[in-house]
């Protein structure tokens, strides 16, 4: 069983930014990435950007490509999202999520999910 607990969001100003952190326990080498993703109120989750254990290989939605930035750090088993240049369209409970395949954007191909937490960027 994999735990993800995410932490760092709050409420920053348009043009800010924000470092989101999500640290997994009980990971296994099963879970070979881990991505994040974003709900605002009355839309659908959404990808935002996902990187892999072993190389490090990011991918990113277009929407935040070149604002957010996502690394991780493997002695700790954590995973973060630098989000730079926030805009007030980025506002969302953003969710850590794990899975065994690299390179994926669906809901669906992600195992274990953290509880999310709120980022809200004001005008």
């Known amino acids: 069983q994999v735990q993800l607990v995410e932490s760092g969001g709050g409420l920053v100003q348009t043009g800010g930014s924000l470092r989101l952190s999500c640290t997994a326990s009980?990971?296994?080498?099963?879970?070979?990435?881990m991505g994040w993703f974003r709900q605002a109120p009355g839309k659908e989750r959404e990808f935002v950007a996902g990187?892999?254990?072993?190389?490090?290989?990011?991918i990113y939605a277009d929407s935040v490509k070149g604002r957010f930035t996502i690394s991780r750090d493997i002695a700790k088993n954590t995973v973060y999202l630098q989000m730079n240049s926030l805009k007030p369209e980025d506002t969302a409970v953003y969710y850590c999520?794990?899975?065994?395949?690299?390179?994926?954007?669906?809901?669906?191909?992600?195992?274990?999910w953290g509880q999310g937490t709120q980022v809200t960027v004001s005008s």
């Open positions: 999520a794990a899975s065994a395949m690299i390179g994926r954007r669906g809901l669906r191909d992600y195992n274990y």
């Open positions: 009980g990971r296994t080498f099963t879970e070979n990435a």
């Open positions: 990187i892999s254990w072993s190389f490090g290989r990011t």
